[in-house]
């Protein structure tokens, strides 16, 4: 009989042991599992607390409410909404109208970011004077305040409906909002829109046609008429041969407002330049502390192939410091997304206004309502991060690092 | 506003995660020594506090009349000021002992919130307030207005309610603050400010030129205005109950402040029940003999509070209409204190 091979430790047990009690080793898992134990009875201890004092004081609970009429309204709506729907969708209504602020607001943030950041490196004198001015104006001011400037600011400005400042009678500036003219789907729509999405997936492939020629074989394709064919062109033709493809209904002063159009309500303005500039002065510090992180060799050594600035900053420093960039930034698009619960303050109808606010001013069921509302932000929140650490991960890959 | 709401949903689920409803209100406040109110955040007439911090108001009254009945001291309170959207939650929360803050009554409001109103300070309706420039002389004009509210009110649920029977169209911006509501009418946002009418006077004053500004003669709403105590303490609702009851009752009797140590002294049968020399009527009540004395001295009857807060020697200059007592064709009926 040979020596038998020693089984070897349970793999399972062993990484549980590592996970749960670090050093301690099994006395710490013991002490984890008393701890998550007394934790889980508290929890129960509460929630279950709750539920019978709520009911003997016969507070209504359950989520049962979502299903009632909500019967109030709702000034801007991207889905369909009338006084006669119930809580969920109002929810809903509350849901999109804070993302749709977060993700203007966060598009144009960063686009703004970027430039005072860049504006601030500058070598010109004045120029990065006046981005540093930016920066350290907007972030030493509260932003509850400065939405608040732009909402009253704005609409002290604006002239009242019947005096509308007018651009060649189609769009109107009042203290109502920016009315446009609304497109009305026409007949021809639909085959303009299969030609146009057509020739911008057959753009994009011809534009990595034309980079694997660049970088596999050092050709230069000039592709810029065949795109610009394909994107405009041929949608042209599309409209020669179905008639339009949109027809345009225009605003008409009709007693206090205008009727017809779409209209963008100043609440929305105030809020999402608010919440832009403000994020904007912190983001542009991020970038340029990015930009900076790069060694100022890689600068020199595209002035020295003979690239402008702008292509070295393009080519070379800014997808270097991306690295950088992208974990400080993913902070600032979740705290401008948070912030925007601001709006209550201007009328803005997002989520903590109308389902935080009146839903649960309407219903009494504030345990219920909070952990919704709770809930949207976390998983919005986890979700920007999640697509921010994936941009990141794709970002280190591409980089070698 | 988030973070006010948020900490009281918390102290709503903590509250009532550690015990039973607590029954004996009385005995807390009188073991505190402090009666807790909720009013509002503001609304001249109602509740307002001055430059020095002192709260005025009919609601502020009726607290003040409670912390006479029970502690026999107007000062021992602590007025606690609460947004529409935060009052319910502090009132189940425990925060506050009684809410006196124009609420209307509603059944929803009653049935559901784990909380009952003991009665009527106010009987209001809904009105719109709008520019006198824009020469409107009926709420039926107001097609395609914008209207500024105050959210988590039943005023936007009966705004809703009124534009659609009426078939108008209308586009709302609701507030977190009545004053935030307010800036924005005056910055000419909304063609219309609509609230409980004693609301729209009230606001009225707040504005730069309150005579530009008209009440639309439409009332499109009952808005029954009163106090709110918890469920579950029966004797504590019926001492907030009583203490508005004793106030009209003495408006009926002709007991005022000045007059109410002379009428204790008066032999009649109703005057020595209502003031306790004859009977322990207050005593039933978990409260003393001379509760009706305490409340009268500390506040008036309903008709002075009503006089010195909305009334004709206040700024509102309200006049008393449905708010007179049953006997001079009004709403205020008590019912009798035997």
Sequence with gaps: MGVEARKPPLQFALKLRRALGGKAGWNGVAVQLVFGTILAWMAYEIISNARTNLETQHIAAGFGFLQNSASFDVNQTLIPYSGSDTYFRVFLVGVLNTLLVSVVGIFFATVIGFVVALCRLSPNWLVSRVGGLYVEAIRNLPLLFQILFWYLAVLAALPAPRQSISIFNTVFLNNRGVIVPSPLAQP?????????????????????????????????????????????????????????????????????????????????????????????????????????????????????????????????????????????????????????????????????????????????????????????YLLTSLITSAVMSIYGWRLNRSLGA | MKRVTLALSLALAAGLSAQAADAQTLKTIKDRGMLSCGVSQGLPGFSSPDDKGNWTGIDVDVCRAIAAAVLNDTTKIKFVPLSAKDRFTALQSGEIDVLSRNTTWTVSRDTSLGANFTG???????????????????????????????????????????????????????????????????????????????????????????????????????????????????????????????????????????????????????????????????????????????????????????????????????????????????????????
Aim: net charge neutral; charged share 20%; glycine share 10%.
């Design chain 2, 120 to 338: 009527v300070t106010y009987y209001d309706g809904q009105g719109f307030m709008v520019k006198k420039s824009l020469k409107v002389n009926s709420a039926l004009e107001l097609n395609s207005a914008s209207v500024c509210v105050q959210t988590g009110t039943t005023t936007e649920l009966n705004l809703a309610d009124y534009f659609k029977a009426n078939n108008m169209k209308y586009e709302v911006i609701a507030f977190g603050t009545i004053d935030e509501a307010i800036k924005a009418y005056e910055s000419g946002r909304c063609d219309v400010f609509t609230d409980d009418s004693s609301g729209l006077y009230a606001s009225r004053l707040k504005l730069t030129n309150p005579a530009d500004h008209i009440v639309l003669p439409e009332i499109i709403s009952k808005e029954p205005l009163g106090p709110m105590v918890r469920h579950g303490d029966d004797q504590w609702f019926d001492i907030v109950k009583w203490t508005l009851f004793a106030m009209v009752t003495a408006e009926e009797l002709g007991i005022t402040q000045k007059n109410v140590d002379e009428m204790a002294k008066s032999d009649k049968p109703e005057l020595k029940r209502v003031l306790g020399t004859d009977g322990n009527l207050g005593e039933q009540l978990g409260l003393t003999k001379d509760w009706v004395i305490r409340i009268v001295k500390a506040v008036g009857n309903y008709g002075e509070a009503f006089d010195r807060n909305v009334g004709a020697g206040s700024p509102l200059k309200i006049s008393r209409g449905i708010n007179n007592l049953w006997t001079k064709g009004g709403l205020q009926y008590a019912p009798p204190i035997r």
């Design chain 1, 188 to 376: 021809g729509f639909v085959p303009f829109l299969v030609v146009l999405t057509l020739g911008i997936v057959a753009s994009l492939a011809l534009h990595s046609y034309a980079r694997r020629a660049l970088f596999a074989e050092g050709r230069a394709i000039r592709i810029w008429p065949y795109v610009l064919t394909l994107i405009i062109g041929l949608p042209l033709v599309t409209t020669l041969v179905f008639g339009m493809p949109i027809t345009f209904e225009w605003p008409q002063l009709k007693g206090f407002n205008f009727a017809g159009g779409a209209r963008i309500i100043p609440e929305f303005v105030a809020l999402t330049v608010g919440l832009s500039t403000y994020t904007a002065a912190f983001i542009a510090e991020i970038v340029r502390a990015g930009i900076l992180s790069v060694h100022k060799g890689q600068m020199e050594a595209g002035s020295s192939l003979g690239l402008s600035r702008g292509a070295t900053l393009r080519l070379i420093v800014v997808p270097q410091a991306m690295r950088v960039i992208v974990p400080p930034l993913t902070n600032q698009y979740l705290n401008l997304t948070k912030n925007s619960s601001l709006a209550v303050a201007i009328g803005y109808p997002d989520l903590v206004s109308v389902f935080a606010g009146t839903s649960l001013s309407q219903t009494g069921q504030a345990i219920e309502i909070i952990a919704m509302t709770m809930g949207v």
